[in-house]
């Protein structure tokens, strides 16, 4: 086994590799990450036990891929159900039309929560960020192509109703029911 402390999100933790992980390096890649190997792994927080790398967010999500979005509509929430678009760059994608309240409450409030949850309800890993909108029709074009049910309501990315917006700046937390272990947490 191979150590490395490694520093992220301002904590330093202790990482373990086996030599098979190891040698997928090699040594010009680690003098490129200036001599550690942190650069090649998936963001990582390790805090009171809990550990989890968005891989295990996209994972969760890609299994149970409808959500529960919340908003605030002035001093009341307001939950319904939401689509999950795809992940680039540290944003999760998602998409409305402007004729709904979703959309006035996420333009007057630009903060929201969306929460996935297994079947059985053991497990739900709840989002949390600011939420920015993205008129570009290639931003669009790709939530479409995320979400092919979605391209046939809309039609075109181009729809003067389609809009789409992502979270960024946010928290990922999965947990557990009943809650065995401590939650587990990704900053995005």
């Known amino acids: 086994m191979f150590q490395w402390i490694i520093r992220c999100q301002n904590r330093s933790i202790w990482l373990q590799i086996g030599i098979a992980a190891a040698a997928h390096h090699s040594s010009s890649e680690a003098m490129s990450c200036g001599g550690s190997y942190a650069c090649r792994l998936s963001p990582i927080i390790l805090e009171r036990n809990r550990v989890i790398i968005m891989e295990d967010v996209l994972n969760f999500i890609s299994q149970n891929n409808v959500g529960y979005l919340a908003t605030a509509d002035g001093s009341q929430p307001r939950v319904r159900a939401f689509g999950f678009g795809f992940y680039e760059d540290g944003k999760f994608w998602f998409c409305t039309n402007n004729s709904k ?18 079947p059985d309800f053991s497990q739900y890993l709840r989002l949390s960020g600011h939420v920015a909108f993205d008129e570009s029709i290639e931003a669009k074009r790709k939530v479409m192509d995320a979400m092919p049910a979605v391209a046939g309501l809309y039609q075109s990315p181009d729809n003067p109703v389609f809009e789409v917006f992502y979270l960024e700046k946010g928290v990922a937390v999965l947990e557990s029911f009943p809650p065995l272990t401590p939650p587990k947490e990704v900053k995005f």
């Open 101 to 118: 309240k979703v959309y006035a409450q996420l333009k007057a409030v630009p903060y929201a929560e969306i929460m996935f949850t297994k």
